[in-house]
């Protein structure tokens, strides 16, 4: 149990397109997604909090207004890359809980922009 | 705030060595731990997890305590195998003032087994 899907796995899109990651929990209700960004050979850094139903909050330095986060159902969040730019490439991870401490993580999100 | 440091790899060991990751933490409250590790290309998996002082989380082989007199939760296995190489992440589990738990992770350490 406890299966976290994402998708796509890996996506290739041109500057200033926008992009779309969808993270699904397949056997549970995810009261709490998060989603994070993670650079080559470093940790991963938490971008947003999101609880169903309502707005996500934002981790310090990480713009809402580029990466909006929509948390639609207990078992779908999805995080849209606006106007997406080269510095934007990189691997996004969703994780999703049920209220308490463990997170369960997707299996990840490989960005490419051009 | 909470912090997690690691030691920092790359460590590279012979298949059936001994392995030793140290993690020690920062947190104010009273946080649950993990040891998570990553394939090349895939997310996280848990590996163990600690709840409270003195538990041992324990799974595959891999095994560690959580000393909070020593603030540390450091990864261990008897004999690693190839099939281990990856990169670990010892991370802490804390609410956030509200009602989320977030997880403070350590930076990584890539592990490499040669047969």
């Known amino acids: 149990g406890a299966v976290v899907s994402q998708h796509p796995s890996r996506v290739i899109c041109k500057s200033g397109t926008s992009v779309k990651i969808e993270c699904r929990s397949l056997?549970?209700?995810?009261?709490?997604m998060f989603w994070y960004r993670q650079f080559p050979k470093q940790s991963l850094m938490l971008m947003a909090t999101s609880n169903e139903g309502s707005k996500a909050t934002y981790e310090q330095g990480v713009e809402k207004d580029k990466f909006l986060i929509n948390h639609a159902s207990l078992t779908l969040s999805t995080l849209t890359v606006t106007s997406a730019h080269p510095e934007d490439s990189s691997f996004y991870i969703c994780?999703?809980?049920?209220?308490?401490?463990?997170?369960?993580f997707g299996p990840g999100t490989r960005l490419t922009v051009l | 705030g909470n912090s997690v440091t690691q030691m920092e790899g790359p460590v590279t060991l012979s298949e059936e060595a001994f392995l030793t990751i140290n993690c020690t933490y920062t947190?104010?409250?009273?946080?649950?731990l993990f040891w998570y590790v990553q394939y090349p290309g895939e997310g996280l998996q848990l590996l163990l997890k600690a709840t409270k002082a003195d538990d041992k989380g324990s799974n595959k082989g891999f095994e560690a305590t959580y000393r909070k007199e020593t603030t540390s939760f450091h990864l261990e296995k008897g004999s690693v195998q190839v099939s281990d190489s990856a990169v670990y992440f010892c991370?802490?589990?804390?609410?956030?003032?509200?009602?989320?738990?977030?997880?403070?992770f350590g930076k990584g350490t890539l592990l490499t087994v040669n047969p």
């Open positions: 994780s999703a809980s049920r209220g308490r401490d463990e997170q369960f």
């Open positions: 056997d549970f209700q995810a009261t709490t």
């Open positions: 947190a104010t409250g009273y946080p649950s």
């Open positions: 991370a802490l589990s804390d609410q956030d003032g509200g009602s989320n738990y977030k997880l403070t």
